[in-house]
């Protein structure tokens, strides 16, 4: 464990990434995608890709996590309007690398990329099942909000904490 954490870069996406950012999203489980979009993904969707290699940076950023040379992770945040304080965030980790630390490293440069550009909230909505992605925000964010919304449950963690 500690020696995959020496070896993990954590880097915005570029164009160049396209092909392991689709090879990352086409190797996780239905459960995991389901998991991270809430939603049906049986393939891979352009839009997936497309919002973490180009970002605007404004509305919408991304991360990747890399261990040799392969992409293992992705955190991204998005919202509607760009003066909007808070965004949605979500994160998905490579199966056989989870429990190794890698989304909190990944939350918490995102965090700080948000909260240098003035951004004050992270919002988003879990699966209720979804027990280690609760485990997670609340081992990153101890004074996140929760509220129970029938199958989801919606959250809001404030940057300044
Ligand atoms: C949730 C997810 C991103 C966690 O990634 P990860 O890299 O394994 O998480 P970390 O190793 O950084 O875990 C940090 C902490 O979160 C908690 N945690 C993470 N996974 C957990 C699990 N399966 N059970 C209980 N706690 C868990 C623990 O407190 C952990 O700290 P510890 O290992 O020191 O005890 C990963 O399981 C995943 O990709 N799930 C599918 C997609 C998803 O659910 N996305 C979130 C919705 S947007």
Known sequence: MREQARRLIIRPAEGSDEDAVRAFFG????????????NATPRVMPWMV?????????THESLIAIVDGRIVGIAEWGRISPDEPTVDMAIVVAEDCRRHGIARALIRRLAGGARARGIEEFSGSILSVNRASIALLR???????????????EFSAPLSA
């Open 27 to 38: 190797s996780l489980s239905m459960d995991s995608r389901w998991k991270r979009y809430h």
């Open 50 to 58: 497309d919002a973490v290699v180009r970002p605007d940076h404004v």
């Open 139 to 153: 081992s990153v964010a101890p004074v996140m909000t929760t509220h129970l919304d029938g199958r989801t449950v």
